[in-house]
């Protein structure tokens, strides 16, 4: 073998091994294409998956507040209604004509009553308590009290009703307070007989 054949096997060889290097190059370069291309693919799923699932908290978040929101003004509302009724109720009870005013200010009078000789006190602007209407609660109470309720001097802050004082013992019968306490007590039947659907 002469030197230009064995330059040639040698060339020969040589250009081989760079295609055998060249084509386990490509196949190397095939299969990392390939895998990242998996990779790519689960990677995408898991932001899509990822993006919806914060989209879809977002949105239960925004439904809650706008829920919440709403619970708010509904109540508001409701409250603003019993609010107007309890109003007119006093209203009410202060516009009611002197006969059944003062035949609801005895029944409840003579209900408050505990010994018979307690002070009536009235609001500043009442007119229809007096002395005469005193007493007639006082032959109205019969057995077992004294009759000696008296209307007092002092005069209350009240818009109607009474306040009955022993000592320091004062049983408010108020208008305000009445309706007050009728509100507390019929509040939820209220709510129910009106607001239910």
């Known amino acids: 073998m002469n030197a230009e054949?064995?330059?040639?096997?040698?060339?020969s060889q040589a250009k081989a091994e760079a295609q055998t290097i060249l084509d386990e190059a490509q196949v190397k370069?095939?299969?990392?294409?390939?895998?990242?291309?998996?990779?790519?693919?689960?990677?995408?799923?898991?932001?899509?998956?990822?993006?919806k699932d914060a989209g879809e908290d977002k949105l239960r978040r925004m439904l809650a507040a706008a829920r919440m929101s709403h619970a708010k003004k509904v109540l508001s509302a409701k409250v603003a209604i019993l609010d107007d009724v309890f109003a007119k109720a006093k209203e009410a009870l202060s516009q009611l004509p002197d006969e059944q005013y003062l035949l609801l200010i005895a029944g409840l009078m003579k209900k408050a009553v505990e010994t018979g000789d307690e002070e009536i006190i009235v609001g500043k602007h009442e007119k229809r308590i007096d002395e005469t209407f005193v007493?007639?609660?006082?032959?109205?109470?019969?057995?077992g009290f004294k009759g000696n309720l008296r209307l007092s001097d002092e005069r209350a802050d009240i818009?109607?009703?009474?306040?009955?004082?022993?000592?320091k013992v004062r049983i408010?019968?108020?208008?305000?307070?009445?309706?007050?306490?009728?509100?507390?007590?019929?509040?939820?039947?209220?709510?129910?007989?009106?607001?239910?659907?």
């Open 159 to 167: 818009a109607g009703g009474f306040i009955l004082s022993r000592g």
């Open 5 to 11: 054949q064995v330059v040639e096997k040698i060339l």
């Open 135 to 143: 007493k007639k609660v006082n032959s109205d109470l019969g057995a």
């Open 29 to 51: 370069v095939a299969a990392q294409k390939a895998q990242l291309e998996t990779e790519l693919a689960e990677f995408d799923t898991k932001t899509e998956t990822m993006a």
């Open 172 to 197: 408010n019968a108020g208008s305000d307070v009445l309706v007050d306490r009728l509100r507390e007590s019929m509040q939820i039947e209220l709510s129910q007989e009106l607001f239910s659907t």
